[in-house]
């Protein structure tokens, strides 16, 4: 059975589903690989118009795998070459959203922050306590909770190793809804669902704005949004958007 399962639950939208229940879905190389050629068939996917990133009602990953750690050296590290298993999550042209329950831990949390929206259950539990088995994050954690919540609440964090959950996420700005107990994969599905109904074009280039401009001065993203939101004018589906709405009925969109 494989660790990482790609099912298409609703049209447009495939779930990749992490299932390796006996290490709380720890990252190993099975894991990171099986997560890597999912979303790089899913780029190249036209049917696929967002995707869902989960793991299971009680555990989303509960981090790298402690087990592998204890004998890794880092010559392992430039062998496995990591960071290219990790691109093919930060360079997925589609939009990704995170369902969160449970353990979202060390290389989970960092998971997590891969993708474009996060949702989270109320009481999952979301940290980077890395510092407490001797490392540090490794996958994105200092940076990208530093981008998402600021440096003095990821400081406390990724020093102290504390845990927070899914509420804390959402008021931190970390999570972009924080819905019950046992509820986020149904509501990621149905945001995903949402996305997928969109002109995929627009989506694209607005999900390669947002990215690129987080880490440009605003100038140059500014200029970005510019030259992308002209571009689109190019669409069919830039046409049809705006017949559609004045013909007062629903835009059939065909990614032209
Ligand atoms: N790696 C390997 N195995 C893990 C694991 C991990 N990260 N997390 C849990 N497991 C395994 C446990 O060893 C245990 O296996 P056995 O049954 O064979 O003993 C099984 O999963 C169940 O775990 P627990 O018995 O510990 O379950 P619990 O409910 O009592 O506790 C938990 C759950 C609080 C999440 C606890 O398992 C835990 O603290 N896990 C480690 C979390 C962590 O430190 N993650 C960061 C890792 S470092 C990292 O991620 C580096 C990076 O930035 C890339």
Redesign the pocket.
Known sequence: MSVVIVTRPVAGVAQVQISRP???N???MEVRQGLAAAFDGLAQDEEIRAVVLTGSET?FV????????LETQPVDHLLRKLHVLWESLTRFPKPVIAAVEG?A??????LAMHADIIVAGETA?F????V??G?????G?TQRLLRAIGKYKTMLLVLT?ETFSGRAAFEMGLASRVVPDGSALAEALKIAERIAAMPPLAVAQIKEVVAAGEDAPLDTALRLERKAFQLLFDTADQKEGARAFLDKRKPHFTGR
């Open positions: 006996e290490a709380l720890a990252l190993n555990v509960a981090g790298a795998d402690i087990k592998v750690m353990y831990l060390g290389g989970g949390c960092e539990t940290g980077q306590p890395e407490k088995v490392v540090m994050p490794g996958a954690g190793g």
